[in-house]
């Protein structure tokens, strides 16, 4: 029941993060990745997954250091996931995100590329778990 409970809001705070992401400027992407990566560090064991890194969290935090969101978000998807980005001359960045079976697909869009990644990401979690999304 406790491990239940752990899982439930898990997936709330992920789903905070979706909106975060809609709302989110700029200025915003270190402590969207700050989340993402807290929220892969607490992952239930059902959804490591999604989040296997690409890289050592030494690597992330170099990356969010020198201000490599768009890699650092990359590094924080997990390694069996497709991504694409795509952004217009003056408008948000796209990011379409697959499943690791290739099964769906989701689509967020941000900001900035880093951005569009995590919420996309998180899309596919929470969607993944059966969770309606808005």
Request: aromatic letters at 6%.
């Amino acid at each position: 029941m406790v491990y239940q409970r752990h899982i439930e809001l898990w997936h709330i705070e992920v789903s905070e993060l979706i909106d975060a992401c809609e709302k989110a400027t700029e200025e915003d992407q270190f402590q969207i990745l700050m989340k993402l990566k807290s929220l892969v560090e607490l992952a239930p064991e059902e959804k490591s997954h999604f989040f296997l890194p690409r890289v050592t969290d030494r690597s992330i935090d170099q990356k969010m250091a020198s201000a490599a969101y768009v890699d650092a978000a990359i590094s924080l998807l997990g390694r069996r996931s497709g991504y694409m980005l795509s952004r217009g001359p003056d408008g948000p960045a796209l990011a379409s995100v697959w499943t690791p079976d290739g099964q769906q697909e989701f689509h967020a869009s941000g900001q900035t590329e880093a951005i569009a990644i995590v919420a996309a990401n998180a899309m596919l979690v929470l969607a993944s778990a059966g969770i309606e999304l808005g």
